[in-house]
C-alpha cells in the first residue's frame, strides 16, 4: 500500500485508543510482493482553493519477503485545474524505501516535486534500546529520536491486518516514514470496517478479480494522520481510506487533502516472485 508522502487535510476523529496486542489467534501475514497502478480522479473539492479538474496515477511496487526484508517503491504524478486556486498545478511525489523483515530498521529516499521545486530527503531509522533513532542525511544532517513503539510502514500494514483478523474496530499508533523531509513522527487512528464479501470491487474495479486476490479476506480501513504534540481533540492532518486485503494488497483508495480530495481506482496489478520464506 502506498505512503503518507503528499499533504495534509481536515476531518474530524472522535478518538484515540491505546495501542493493545494483536490477537495470537490470528494467521500468519504475508506481505505478497506486487506492482500495483490506481488511476487517480477528482472526489470531491470544497473551500476558497477549490480545483475543478483532476487526474494522475499512483504506482506502488512492494518485493521481498520477512526473511529478506521490504523493498517499496512509490510514486505519485498528480495535475490540477481549477479558475479559484490559481490555474495549474503539478505535483510529483516518489520515494524508495527499504524495510527490514522485523520492522526494526528504514531506509528511506524522498523526492517531492511541485511546479519548479523539488525537496530530497535521505535518511535512515533504526530501533534502538531507548526507541527509534533516526539519521538524516539530506537535505541536512540531523539526529532525531522517537518513542518505541513507532511503526515503520510495512510493520504498520502487517499490524492493520492482524487488528482486522482479530475483528478490532480501533489502532492507533505512532509512524514514522520518512516523509515531510523525515523530521515528523505522525500519531495515527485507524478505524477497521467489517470483513467485505469476496466479490465487493469486481464492477468497480475489475483488477480486483485477480485469481491472486480471490479468497482473500479484505476490510475498509480509515486511517487519519495527525502533527505530533497537541492536547485534546485535534484535527487529522491527512485522511485516507483504502480496502485492505490480508496480504497487503490495496483497492478503492481515497486521499483527502482538505480542500479537494481524490479517488484512487485499482486499475492493473502485478504479481511478482516470492521466496520460500513466506510460503
Known amino acids: 500500500m502506498p505512503r503518507s508522502s503528499a499533504a495534509i487535510i481536515a476531518s474530524s476523529v472522535l478518538a484515540f485508543l491505546a495501542c493493545g496486542p494483536a490477537s495470537a489467534d490470528a494467521p500468519k501475514v504475508v506481505l505478497v510482493p506486487h506492482r500495483a497502478i490506481y488511476e487517480l480522479s477528482l472526489l470531491s473539492s470544497r473551500g ?53 523483515g522485523d520492522g526494526t530498521a528504514l531506509n528511506f529516499t524522498n523526492d517531492s516535486t511541485r511546479g519548479d521545486t523539488t525537496e530530497h530527503t535521505e535518511g535512515r531509522a533504526k530501533a534502538g534500546p531507548n526507541g527509534i533513532e533516526i539519521s538524516i542525511q539530506k537535505p541536512e544532517e540531523a539526529q532525531l529520536s522517537a518513542p518505541a513503539d513507532t511503526l515503520f510502514p510495512n510493520a504498520h500494514i502487517k499490524r492493520l491486518i492482524e487488528e482486522g483478523y482479530a475483528g478490532d474496530k480501533l489502532f492507533s499508533t505512532k509512524i514514522f516514514d520518512g516523509s515531510d523531509t ?28 485477480a485469481a491472486q486476490l480471490q479468497g482473500h479476506p479484505s476490510w475498509p480501513v480509515t486511517l487519519s494522520y495527525f502533527e505530533p504534540g497537541g492536547g ?17 494488497v490495496s483497492r478503492a483508495m481515497k486521499l483527502n487533502y482538505g480542500d479537494f480530495a481524490l479517488k484512487g481506482d485499482l486499475k492493473s496489478i502485478e504479481f511478482l516472485s516470492s521466496s520460500a520464506c513466506d510460503k
Do not use: H
Open 48 to 100: 476558497v482553493n477549490g480545483v475543478d479538474e483532476a487526474r494522475g496515477r499512483l504506482v506502488f511496487e512492494i518485493t521481498g519477503t520477512a526473511c529478506e526484508g521490504y523493498a517499496t517503491n512509490f510514486r505519485q504524478v498528480t495535475q490540477l485545474s481549477g479558475t479559484e486556486s490559481g490555474g495549474d498545478r503539478s505535483f510529483d511525489v516518489r520515494s524508495t524505501s527499504f524495510e527490514s
Open 182 to 209: 523525515g523530521r515528523k513522527v505522525y500519531d495515527t487512528l485507524a478505524v477497521i470496517g467489517a470483513p467485505l464479501p469476496g466479490d465487493a470491487g469486481a464492477e468497480s474495479e475489475p483488477a480486483s478479480k
Open 232 to 248: 485534546g481533540e485535534r484535527q487529522p492532518a491527512y485522511v485516507m481510506s483504502f480496502v485492505l486485503y490480508d496480504n497487503g
